[in-house]
């Protein structure tokens, strides 16, 4: 596609329910990343696919998150049993392969609220 | 540890004008990036300028320019003759490339107004 698309735009969950996030990026896009964004804050680094290579989980928060890449392309992250402090803008990036100089491409990001 | 510093969480400008950023940082790797992105209301993130810990220039992108002092590892953005769509959210982000790390980190962000 042109852009990276996540969908939902926008999410509201009860605490304690599980919640799917997905991520479409840039067709021929190897590498793929998550971040999470809470209010007013700076993004918060959670995981990152490169091609094939096994990702790198060093972000995600506790063992209620996960994510997983199909095929190389569309990626879904999972909140399972959803707190109050996972409420925050989800936002994944793509780049054509790891390179330090590229800027990554941003989607326009999924707002969780749990209530 | 804070990696990445931005000192300024809003800052004013007139239109027209030229507005400075600032961004501080704090690495032991030799190589690393430096990133700019804007933040509209809209919440997308635009990259707008990069700069290789090891460039001898500094970077420059349009009305967007990256003032690099590596010994006081500071990365600050300059934004000339700024327009009414500049305001945004600004964050500058940073990789440490020779420690591998996949991950890009970000400062707090600086909230850019320009007055018409």
């Known amino acids: 596609g042109a852009g990276v698309s996540q969908s939902p735009s926008n999410k509201v969950t009860e605490k304690g329910k599980d919640v799917e996030l997905r991520c479409d990026p840039i067709?021929?896009?190897?590498?793929l990343y998550w971040y999470r964004q809470s209010l007013g804050q700076g993004l918060e680094f959670l995981i990152y696919f490169q091609g094939n290579s096994a990702p790198d989980k060093s972000g995600l928060p506790s063992d209620r998150f996960s994510a997983e890449r199909t095929g190389g392309s569309v990626s879904t992250l999972t909140i399972q049993r959803t707190q109050q402090e996972d409420s925050a803008v989800y936002l994944c990036a793509s780049s054509p392969r790891d390179r330090v100089n590229y800027g990554y491409t941003f989607g326009s990001g999924t707002r969780l609220t749990v209530v | 540890a804070q990696k990445i510093t931005q000192t300024q969480p809003g800052m004013f400008v007139q239109e027209k004008e030229a507005v400075t950023l600032d961004c501080t940082y704090d690495t032991s790797d030799p190589s690393y990036g430096l990133f700019w992105y804007k933040q509209p209301s809209s919440g997308e993130m635009i990259f707008l300028i990069y700069q290789g810990s090891y460039d001898q220039q500094n970077a420059t992108e349009g009305r967007y320019s990256l003032n690099f002092q590596k010994a006081r590892k500071s990365a600050n953005l300059v934004i000339s003759a700024s327009q009414l769509g500049d305001s945004a959210m600004y964050f500058c982000?940073?990789?440490?490339?020779?420690?591998?790390?996949?991950?890009?980190?970000f400062g707090a962000g600086t909230r850019l107004t320009v007055k018409p």
């Open positions: 067709s021929g896009h190897t590498a």
């Open positions: 982000a940073m990789r440490e490339i020779g420690r591998g790390n996949n991950d890009m980190r």
